[in-house]
């Protein structure tokens, strides 16, 4: 059977949470579902995750994150910038994630998401030989799956504590004429990281709106219909 690629429906929206923060798992998950709207969350064993499950979720909470249904993501385990490591080291890395979930009887993941939003082609490479089907880097544009590289996804929105409603209508108002607006954060809020940190309230306007516009709010492996199957 020929995969056709599918057409994308304007209105589709893309949610992915960074750097396994615990707000994910106490106040964005339950929210998410109270829409019924699906995500992604790139999990890394950097900064204090390890030592710190005030601030950082335990694996526990990421089992329960796939069980209700959500995507789990590769945010590499020691979260370095991909371009400063060895096919080695990002190899290393990327695996213990792979390990990680297996061992929690959480899927293989097939999205990736690039520590501090650098990419390499040495990185593209490594992940489309492990299977990897979307990787999200930077930027502030919408998601062209024609024309852009699935491996090197841009993002269209990246909540910080100063973003407004109006920037995030805007990005949101993109996912058209065949574009699909992928949407960044990280805690709701980030108490370690409070550079990146969104507000509950503000991020609660951010879910009105999209239910308000009749958004199509999904996963990143969600995005796999709307590009061209990979050539064997
Ligand atoms: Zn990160």
Redesign the pocket.
């Known amino acids: 059977m020929t995969e056709e690629r599918r057409p994308v429906p304007d209105g589709t929206v893309v949610l992915t949470f ?2 396994s923060v615990a707000s994910h798992a106490t106040f964005v998950a339950p929210l998410l579902k109270k829409h019924g709207f699906g995500a992604t969350f ?1 999990i ?1 064993e ?1 900064f204090e995750f390890s030592m710190d499950k005030t601030n950082y979720m335990t694996w526990e909470q990421i089992r329960a994150l796939d069980a209700a249904g959500f995507e789990i993501g590769n ?1 590499t385990r020691r ?1 370095a910038a991909v371009p400063r490591q060895t096919p080695e080291q990002l190899a290393a890395d990327v695996e213990h994630i792979e390990r990680q979930c297996a061992t929690n009887g959480i899927a293989r993941p097939t999205s990736f ?1 690039y ?2 939003y650098q990419t390499s082609p040495a990185a593209v490479k490594l992940l489309r030989e492990r299977g990897y089907r979307f990787a999200r880097a930077g930027g502030a544009r919408a998601f062209d799956p024609v024309a852009d590289e699935p491996l090197t996804m841009p993002q269209v929105f990246d909540g910080k504590p100063d973003s407004t409603l109006e920037q995030f209508k805007a990005a949101v108002a993109q996912a058209k004429d065949g574009k699909i607006a992928v949407l960044t954060f ?1 805690g709701v809020p980030d108490l370690k990281h409070p550079w990146v940190s969104t507000e509950p309230a503000k991020f609660e306007a951010y879910l009105a709106h999209l239910k308000a516009q009749g958004c199509r709010v999904i996963a990143v492996r969600e995005l796999a219909p709307f590009v061209k199957p990979k050539q064997p």
């Open positions: 960074d750097d790139f890394t950097g945010h979260h998401c520590p501090g990280h």
